[in-house]
Nanobody, 123 residues
Framework: QVQLVESGGGLVQLGGSLRLSCAAS????????MGWYRQAPGKQRELVAV???????NYADSVKGRFTISRDNAKNTVYLQMNSLKPEDTAVYYC?????????????????WGQGTQVTVSS
């Protein structure tokens, strides 16, 4: 059984910082891209940041210069450092990972999601 477990969300004031973590566990053979998405009430889920296995990154325009995505391949963990937070960053943040997992017969590639962690920025 493969799991993505997120942590680090919470309530922070305007201009504050939070660091989200997402650890993948289970029968993992390899991990390709890992990323963070968010969904605010009444809005569609949107990409926040993604990092490839080689370390290349991509960010939504709305978070460039404020958020930093990183990963620790030895720990199967991806991080999102969020600085200069704004009320419009308030959302549930979801971790996503493209995993290749082992099964009794073969390797299977698929995308997995974490359960989500709430980030609330007050003004």
């Amino acid at each position: 059984q493969v799991q993505l477990v997120e942590s680090g969300g919470g309530l922070v004031q305007l201009g504050g910082s939070l660091r989200l973590s997402c650890a993948a566990s289970g029968s993992i053979f390899s991990i390709n891209a890992m990323g963070w998405y968010r969904q605010a009430p009444g809005k569609q889920r949107e990409l926040v940041a993604v990092i490839t296995s080689g370390g290349s990154t991509n960010y939504a325009d709305s978070v460039k210069g404020r958020f930093t995505i990183s990963r620790d391949n030895a720990k199967n963990t991806v991080y999102l450092q969020m600085n200069s937070l704004k009320p419009e960053d308030t959302a549930v943040y979801y971790c996503n990972a493209e995993l290749v997992v082992t099964t009794p017969r073969e390797l299977v590639g698929s995308a997995y999601w974490g359960q989500g962690t709430q980030v609330t920025v007050s003004s």
